[in-house]
């Protein structure tokens, strides 16, 4: 099954996209603080100021002349206040920041000791981020001049910086967040590509196939050259050792068949002893199963060459599957197995190698009655499905590996439950193959939801290959 899994490249964009944003918001955050001190340094600073000037102002000039200077200056419209008391605590000058009242002056504790500038500083919160900051300076008179600022005019400033952060860190994340999410898709695309070239390659028998090398990215096409070549050196060897194997069965079969003659000729004599005419026999038997296997190798090498010769003729389809489950019903009643033939009506005569096909069928029964523990049960199914007649065989043996289901198909290959005790060396299921693809056809396996296998092949109802009765 295809990994439908996020790609690394997906969860790695994904981190830094969330690292982008964190950065972002530490950014925002370190802004905000930065704006906050320095406002209420400025606010200090504006405090500082205006005490020193009103200090200077006081004793050249008096009270009236900074009172009438704090009116000019507008400090009433920007919350600020302004006070001036006697020794005694009384208010000789009294403007509080509006709306507040005189009572509304915060009292200085005992501990605040003055500054270098001979300032004493007090600091206290009205609720939603409100702050007041009174600064109060020393007369030389034993007089006391207070200011007072409220930072209601830096929470303004503030919502407002917080508002341009805002939209220029939005800004900037879609600055990041494209290129990242670009370079993602650009990559991850190709990647796929190849991920779907090599399932391809991984399922399909023909050692043909190639990846696609993608353009986009240099490093990914010289990752396909390479392991296209790769593929090539593969098929190289492969069809050097195919071709070394169908020599070496063209070249068995000669000898092997004088060495029969040879012995069927012993047979044949009156002056050999029991002994040497039951090694004959024997050694018979093993040549001829010795030349079934290279007959079976060069029919399973024509069949995937395409070079397989049929011998055409119209077969009732019905008739040959139950002639041939017939062949099989001793054998399996000896196994203790129940044999079912399902077939649909109207299956029609086609165009096909009876031989060949029948042989085909023999196979999948033979790997079903192998595998099927003894009170199984086989069925073997003929039926019509989208303009093809396809024949089934389900036992209820192991079953397959995930693996098997693909690979059982391939010469000299046995499924995981193969054990000492099933003969075989991997070629039946491959002749199975060879005589559907001769026929233009398909093969399958998959596992059976109430357990067991079903193997199947598929023969095309193809003008070729068909004919109506």
């Given at each position: 099954?295809?990994?439908?899994?996020?790609s690394?490249?997906?969860?790695?964009?994904?981190?830094?996209l969330?690292?982008?944003a964190?950065v972002?918001?530490?950014?925002?955050?370190?802004?905000?603080?930065l704006?906050?001190?320095?406002f209420?340094e400025?606010?200090?600073?504006?405090?500082?100021?205006?005490?020193?000037?009103?200090?200077?102002?006081?004793?050249?000039?008096?009270?009236?002349?900074?009172?009438?200077?704090?009116?000019?200056?507008?400090?009433?419209?920007?919350?600020?206040?302004?006070?001036?008391?006697d020794?005694?605590?009384?208010?000789?000058?009294?403007?509080?920041?509006?709306?507040?009242?005189?009572?509304?002056?915060?009292?200085f504790?005992?501990?605040?000791?003055?500054?270098?500038?001979?300032?004493?500083?007090l600091?206290?919160?009205l609720?939603?981020?409100?702050?007041?900051?009174?600064?109060?300076?020393?007369?030389?008179?034993?007089?006391?001049?207070?200011f007072?600022?409220?930072n209601?005019?830096?929470?303004?400033?503030?919502?407002?910086?917080?508002?341009?952060l805002?939209?220029a860190?939005?800004?900037?994340a879609?600055?990041?967040?494209?290129?990242?999410?670009w370079?993602?898709?650009?990559?991850l695309?190709?990647?796929?590509?190849?991920?779907?070239?090599?399932?391809?390659?991984?399922?399909?028998?023909?050692?043909?196939?190639?990846?696609?090398?993608?353009?986009?990215?240099?490093?990914?096409?010289?990752?396909?050259?390479t392991?296209?070549?790769?593929?090539?050196?593969?098929?190289?060897?492969?069809?050097?050792?195919?071709?070394?194997?169908?020599?070496?069965?063209?070249?068995?079969?000669?000898?092997?068949?004088?060495?029969?003659?040879?012995?069927?000729?012993?047979?044949?004599?009156?002056?050999?002893?029991?002994?040497a005419?039951?090694?004959?026999?024997?050694?018979?038997?093993?040549?001829?199963r010795?030349?079934?296997?290279?007959?079976?190798?060069?029919?399973i090498?024509?069949?995937?060459?395409?070079?397989?010769?049929?011998?055409?003729?119209?077969?009732?389809?019905?008739?040959?599957?139950r002639?041939t489950?017939?062949?099989?019903?001793a054998?399996a009643?000896?196994?203790?197995?129940?044999?079912?033939?399902?077939?649909?009506a109207n299956?029609?005569t086609?165009?096909?190698d009876?031989?060949?096909?029948?042989?085909?069928?023999?196979?999948?029964?033979?790997?079903?009655?192998?595998?099927?523990?003894e009170?199984?049960?086989i069925?073997?199914?003929?039926?019509?499905?989208?303009?093809?007649?396809?024949?089934r065989?389900?036992?209820?043996?192991?079953?397959?590996?995930?693996?098997?289901?693909?690979?059982?198909?391939?010469?000299?290959?046995?499924?995981?439950?193969?054990?000492?005790?099933?003969?075989?060396?991997?070629?039946?299921?491959?002749?199975?193959r060879?005589?559907?693809?001769?026929?233009h056809?398909?093969?399958?396996?998959?596992?059976?939801?109430?357990?067991?296998?079903?193997?199947?092949?598929r023969?095309?109802?193809?003008?070729?290959?068909?004919?109506?009765?």
């Amino acid at each position: 099954m295809p990994d439908r899994s996020p790609s690394s490249l997906w969860k790695l964009s994904g981190m830094m996209l969330g690292l982008v944003a964190f950065v972002m918001v530490l950014i925002w955050l370190a802004t905000i603080w930065l704006f906050r001190h320095h406002f209420d340094e400025v606010g200090k600073a504006i405090i500082e100021d205006d005490l020193l000037e009103y200090t200077a102002l006081y004793e050249q000039q008096g009270g009236k002349a900074v009172l009438a200077l704090f009116e000019a200056g507008g400090h009433g419209q920007h919350a600020q206040g302004f006070r001036l008391i006697d020794a005694s605590g009384k208010d000789l000058i009294n403007r509080p920041i509006p709306p507040q009242q005189t009572d509304d002056w915060p009292v200085f504790p005992t501990d605040i000791k003055p500054d270098e500038s001979g300032i004493a500083w007090l600091r206290r919160s009205l609720g939603k981020g409100k702050v007041i900051t009174v600064g109060r300076l020393q007369l030389p008179g034993s007089e006391e001049l207070w200011f007072a600022r409220t930072n209601d005019d830096d929470i303004a400033a503030l919502s407002r910086v917080n508002l341009l952060l805002f939209f220029a860190l939005v800004f900037s994340a879609v600055l990041a967040v494209g290129p990242v999410v670009w370079f993602a898709s650009r990559v991850l695309r190709p990647v796929r590509l190849l991920i779907d070239d090599a399932r391809r390659i991984a399922r399909e028998p023909s050692l043909g196939l190639r990846i696609r090398p993608p353009d986009a990215i240099p490093e990914l096409r010289n990752f396909s050259e390479t392991f296209n070549e790769s593929l090539d050196r593969v098929q190289a060897l492969t069809e050097e050792l195919e071709a070394a194997n169908d020599q070496l069965a063209h070249e068995l079969r000669t000898p092997l068949a004088r060495i029969r003659g040879n012995i069927e000729g012993i047979l044949k004599s009156k002056e050999v002893s029991p002994e040497a005419l039951d090694l004959a026999a024997r050694s018979i038997e093993e040549i001829t199963r010795s030349s079934s296997i290279i007959r079976d190798i060069l029919s399973i090498r024509s069949g995937d060459s395409g070079a397989m010769r049929l011998n055409l003729e119209a077969v009732d389809l019905e008739h040959l599957v139950r002639e041939t489950v017939d062949l099989y019903s001793a054998s399996a009643e000896e196994r203790g197995l129940r044999l079912e033939v399902q077939v649909e009506a109207n299956s029609g005569t086609q165009y096909i190698d009876r031989q060949r096909v029948q042989q085909a069928i023999c196979n999948l029964l033979d790997n079903a009655i192998a595998y099927t523990p003894e009170n199984g049960k086989i069925e073997i199914q003929l039926s019509s499905d989208k303009g093809a007649s396809v024949i089934r065989v389900r036992d209820t043996g192991p079953g397959l590996s995930e693996e098997d289901e693909e690979r059982i198909w391939r010469r000299f290959v046995r499924g995981s439950a193969a054990s000492a005790s099933n003969p075989g060396i991997g070629l039946g299921l491959s002749l199975v193959r060879a005589v559907a693809n001769a026929h233009h056809g398909k093969v399958g396996a998959v596992n059976r939801r109430e357990g067991g296998s079903e193997f199947w092949i598929r023969l095309p109802h193809s003008p070729a290959f068909s004919k109506d009765e």
